[in-house]
């Protein structure tokens, strides 16, 4: 089983900024199987970037998604407001099993 | 495009079961997976397994679920249903669906439609 660590567990920053979260794999996934996703308070989950680096639609250019292998990050180029929020990657396998990493909260 | 419409909120006495259902309304259910995907309160999110109609409904769950989640669905009310037995208080959560798409372009799959939740609380 592939385990994913996120890093940090809290970002403090100001609208702005730039964002820097990690997340990585406890063995190199196949092919770049891993997902981004924001989670705002209160609300579902949405999907920014998969397969790494592929925005999803209607993502803003802020976001960008790099790394292979074992490490990736999500890049918040400048944060809106709206961007206060957590964050989780996901991998999954070539049989669908997926799997979250704890999170990473953004904080003002 | 597709949206998700969850089951109302649920209390739940230890050790019965609940049966969550995800309605897809505007879209082809068949050509895509649904994933269950729970978040305890203040937690992260956990996926709990999947199941595929396109490919005769296969299913797959995630170990520590699998001897008490079960996910159905039904092509033709458009349907998912995720079950979970034996409950404890430690089920209480909010619990997604969620549509898996394979994005034809890049080959990859991600969690592109979400439902809103449905709480479940499990207390006696």
């Known amino acids: 089983e592939i385990v994913l660590t996120q890093s940090p567990g809290t970002l403090s920053l100001s609208p702005g900024e730039r964002a820097t979260l990690s997340c990585r794999a406890s063995?190199?996934?196949?092919?770049?199987?891993l997902a981004w996703y924001q989670q705002r308070a209160g609300q579902a989950p949405r999907l920014l970037i998969f397969g790494a680096s592929s925005r999803a639609t209607g993502i803003p250019d802020r976001f960008t998604g790099s790394g292979s292998g074992t490490d990736f990050t999500l890049t918040i180029s400048r944060l809106e407001p709206e961007d206060f929020a957590v964050y989780y990657c996901?991998?999954?396998?070539?049989?669908?099993?997926?799997?979250f990493g704890p999170g990473t909260r953004v904080d003002i | 495009q597709m949206q998700l419409v969850q089951s109302g909120a649920e209390v739940k006495k230890p050790g019965s079961s609940v049966k969550v259902s995800c309605k897809a309304s505007?879209?082809?259910?068949?050509?895509?997976?649904i994933s269950w995907v729970r978040q305890a309160p203040g937690q992260g999110l956990e996926w709990m397994g999947g199941i595929i109609p396109i490919l005769g409904g296969t299913t797959n769950y995630a170990e520590r679920f699998q001897d008490r989640v079960t996910i159905t669905a039904d092509e033709s009310t458009t349907t998912a249903y995720m079950e979970l037995s034996s409950l404890r208080g430690d089920d209480t959560a909010v619990y997604y669906c969620?549509?898996?798409?394979?994005?034809?372009?890049?080959?990859?799959?991600?969690?592109?439609?979400w439902g809103r939740g449905t709480t479940v609380t499990v207390s006696s």
């Open positions: 505007g879209g082809t259910f068949g050509s895509y997976a």
């Open positions: 969620a549509r898996v798409s394979y994005d034809i372009l890049t080959g990859y799959y991600s969690m592109d439609v």
């Open positions: 996901q991998q999954y396998d070539t049989s669908l099993l997926f799997s």
């Open positions: 063995r190199s996934l196949s092919s770049n199987y």
